[in-house]
């Protein structure tokens, strides 16, 4: 899933300090199961800005509602109504639902109250682990099923590097070295032939925006204008 | 002669290659790299120029590489994956070739966050192999790594490193294999210090004729103190330092530690140059340019040859 976490306080904050009246949108997906966008940590968010605002004789006005999820228009259209009474919106979603709900009022400064970071296992309640990069193009098949885009520190194709330690990443004794896993995995499984070639260089396919359109669907002639 | 570097012609002769190392400056100082080169000039065969080592600022690689052309040296131009695109890496390979620039070191470099900018956005474009790959391409095929034909292909002499103390151990001599396969002429390796360990590792490299296709030369560091051998042994990823080296250093006496260290390296050196699949030894006096000299006299590697 997606996971995120709330911003410093005082970021967000400072962010909207001149608004009077704001609404807090929560996301009940990825955020919520990663405690850092739901319902709950809306409710705590606008708890600490109307005790700052008042503490800071700059009262506002609270909002707070939370949608199963912002990233797609069938949640975002019971925010209609709503929104229109609001100087400004803070989004709890990853940084995929701030910027559709951003795209779908134009018109209301939208603010993220979370910093997205990454796509990542759930290795125990609070504990996430970043597993994918989406670089769109996967090498799992041949790397043991463990990603060096995303979990050698380099991105090597062809490791690993002269600073594996003992199994570890030169950048810290906490953090695996991928090829080194890798090298077990594949050893273990009696696979290593298969990264005993050589890799080219890649070519990445993440360096502009994608859009993503399934066989047998296709994007309607005209976009709905809203 | 893929290059004609002074390197190349050296080793193809078949003599005992010799290289040194010189770190840039962190400002624009050219004195200080005209003051290191001096030690250096006629105590080596070509000079590895280091690319932003460890992650630190310096005067850029090629820049510093042309100061030593100037001053008569042959430079060995090092390049690492983390600073620059494979569009850039293709721009500098021509401009430094085009200025006379030889020999070059491909490397991944150390991450980013082990220097002074430790959130700089790493860029990782190409890995190392796939940079000496790419150098071949350019020099054997004439062409940039798109395809596109080369007007004027750089003959640059490809090196590359290999670390024999890195885990897995098993798998180094086959991360070699996958470099000489790649492309690359020379191989300069880690800092040795774990002679069995090196041993092992260059019979597996002759077991796979991999020496037969590449020159090897043995990187070599002297121990300038106690501390130094401690840090390089905790500290440093991927260099191993045994006990028995500290205990020795530690067994020197007061004041005689840097005397003992560079004894050492030169036993290794004489031991290098009795070993198969050894063409030569990469010298890496640390910040320690001006001991050169005496180091090199030491070893027994003067006068350098003159290959024409």
């Known amino acids: ?32 199961v990663c405690l850092a966008g739901g319902e709950k940590e809306v409710a705590v968010l606008n708890a ?44 709890m979603a990853c940084g995929v639902g701030i910027q559709f709900l951003a795209e779908r009022f134009p018109d ?30 996967c090498v799992l098949g041949m790397t043991a099923a463990i990603c060096p885009v995303t979990m050698c520190a ?26 080194f896993r890798i090298y077990e995995r594949l050893e273990r499984q009696g696979r290593l032939k298969e990264i005993i070639e050589y890799t080219p260089p890649v070519e990445w396919n993440d360096q502009v925006p994608r859009t993503l359109i399934q066989p047998g669907y296709k994007k309607p002639e005209k976009a709905k204008e809203s | 002669m893929k290059s004609g570097s002074n390197l190349e012609k050296v080793l193809k002769a078949g003599h005992f290659a010799f290289t040194g190392e010189l770190g840039p400056p962190r400002g624009c100082d050219v004195e200080e790299v005209r003051e290191k080169a001096q030690h250096l000039k006629g105590n080596v065969d070509s000079v590895n120029i280091t690319d932003n080592q ?19 040296l042959e430079p060995n131009f090092q390049m690492v994956c983390r600073d620059r695109n494979r569009l850039a890496m293709q721009a500098d390979i021509l401009g430094a070739y085009a200025h006379g620039i030889k020999n070059m070191l491909c490397l991944s470099g150390d991450h980013q966050m082990f220097g002074d900018h430790p959130l700089a956005k790493g860029v990782f474009d190409i890995d190392s ?34 670390n024999p103390f890195a885990d897995p151990f098993e798998w180094r001599v086959h991360r070699l294999a996958k470099k000489v396969n790649a492309g690359c002429d020379f191989i300069q390796t880690q800092c040795i210090y774990n002679m069995e360990k090196f041993r092992e ?22 121990m300038k103190s106690v501390g130094m051998a401690k840090y390089m042994k905790s500290k440093v990823p991927g260099i191993e330092v045994p006990d028995e080296i500290i205990k020795r250093l530690q067994g020197a006496g007061k004041g005689k530690v840097a005397d003992e260290g560079i004894k050492f390296a030169c036993e290794q050196v004489e031991e ?37």
């Open chain 1, 48 to 91: 600490e800005i109307d005790m700052a605002r008042k503490l800071d004789n700059n009262p506002v006005e609270l909002g707070a509602q939370t949608v199963e999820r912002q990233c797609d228009h069938e949640y975002l259209e019971e925010l209609d109504d709503i929104v229109g009474d609001y100087d400004a919106i803070i989004s």
């Open chain 2, 201 to 222: 590792f260059i019979k597996q490299a002759n077991d796979m004729g991999l020496t037969e296709k590449t020159y090897i030369l043995a990187g070599v560091t002297p």
């Open chain 1, 154 to 179: 380099k991105g090597l194709y062809n490791g690993p590097c002269g600073g594996t330690n003992q199994g570890s990443c030169e950048i810290a004794m906490d953090q695996d070295c991928a090829w």
């Open chain 1, 108 to 137: 209301i400064p939208v603010y993220p109250g979370v910093d997205t970071t990454g796509m990542s296992a759930n290795q125990a309640v609070g504990w996430y682990e970043e597993r994918c990069r989406s670089c769109g193009q």
């Open chain 2, 272 to 308: 290098f140059k009795e070993m198969k699949g050894v063409h030569g030894v990469h010298m890496m006096a640390i910040e320690w340019e001006h001991m050169v000299p005496e180091i090199a006299e030491r070893a027994k590697v003067l006068p350098r040859p003159v290959v024409d």
């Open chain 2, 129 to 162: 192999i796939q940079l000496i790959n790419m150098v071949k391409i350019m020099r054997d095929e004439g062409k940039f790594l798109s395809g596109a034909d080369l007007h004027g292909t750089p003959k640059m002499f490809i090196g590359a490193a290999s």
């Open chain 2, 54 to 72: 460890t992650a630190m600022v310096r005067m850029s690689s090629w820049a510093a590489s042309l100061i030593l052309l100037q001053e008569g």
């Open chain 1, 1 to 32: 899933m997606i996971v995120a976490k709330r911003k410093p306080f005082e970021e967000i904050k400072e962010m909207i300090k001149d608004y009077k009246k704001v609404l807090n949108v929560g996301c009940g997906t990825c955020v919520a």
